[in-house]
């Protein structure tokens, strides 16, 4: 597969500030890659310096085999991109803010503007400063869609999106990528993530946590298990499993935690009489917290600033 995106000890300070530190990505074509993490974790700094926005303290950014830096213009002409704050000319409507931009690029496909204006269900004759916060966000998603981009960097996309406009975005999302397009999706709406990418990175604190599949990231996880016996809780079956934690037993019933492979589990509780045996399969949420949540100096840290939807 090709690499759309390349990034090598990619690196951002602002001052004595941190930004983004040592951020090794690599996105492939035809794919929808998530990048996840709480508000100012970093994940607009590297989208910034991927359009050449900003400029890195150290490393490389390359977008289609091109350093960021040399040729953003190039760069600039294959994307499509929604920025974390829309804004623009309070006076123009919707319809003169999509034709701006399409004129800038030199024009688009007319009927594709319609149906996306049409699926979007966006008041176009409304003036800019009119549009409430979601209305801004579908004018930024329609420009970033109506020119039909080889790559979409999008930086927080359905902020202000009711839920119904929100699986409209996600079905035109995946009609996109149908038809050969690459996403770089960040979020910290960690549901988005887990139901539309291929490959999550997780960033915390500017460093890159973890790169995996979905499905891999949640392998990661806390199962939560519980074990309904016929007599006595054989609690020290359990106790000196590799990855169990948090042992609770309670009449004949034991809940525990499980950190990795749930086979030694499975096996430990073959050997006895049981009622019921349940386990809860990880969502990303728990994966996230799993991996994220605990600041160092061991506080959680990720709590506050992730949204679950």
Sequence with gaps: MTAVIETEKLTKCYGSHRGIVDVDLDVQQGEVFGFLGPNGAGKTTTIRILLDLIRPTS???????????????????????????????DRLTGKQTLEYFAN??????AACQRSLIE?????SSRRFREYSKGNKQKVAVIVA???RPELLI???????????????????????VRDGATVFLSSHILSEIEKSADR??????????????????????????ELRFTGAVPVDAFANLPGVTDLAAEDHVLRIRVVGPITPVVQAAARFELL??????????????????????????????????
Excluded at 69 to 83: L, M, N, W
Excluded at 119 to 123: A, T
């Design 59 to 89: 490393g490389h950014a390359r977008v289609f085999g091109i350093e960021s830096s040399a040729d953003p213009v190039a760069i600039h002409r294959r994307i499509g991109y929604v920025p974390g704050e829309f804004a623009l000319y």
């Design 104 to 109: 800038l690029r030199g024009g688009v496909d």
């Design 119 to 123: 699926r979007f269900e966006l008041d």
């Design 145 to 147: 869609l109506q020119h």
């Design 154 to 176: 999008l930086d927080e996309p359905t902020s202000g999106l009711d839920p119904l406009v929100q699986q409209t975005f996600f079905a035109t999302l995946r009609e996109a």
């Design 200 to 225: 999550v990175a997780i960033i915390r604190e500017g460093r890159i946590v973890k790169v995996d599949t979905v499905e891999g990231l949640r392998d990661l996880a806390h199962h939560q298990v």
């Design 276 to 309: 019921d045996f349940v386990s809860r399969e990880p969502s990303l949420e728990e994966t996230f917290l799993a991996q994220y949540g605990r600041s160092s100096d061991g506080a959680t840290d990720a709590a506050s600033a992730v949204e679950v939807q």
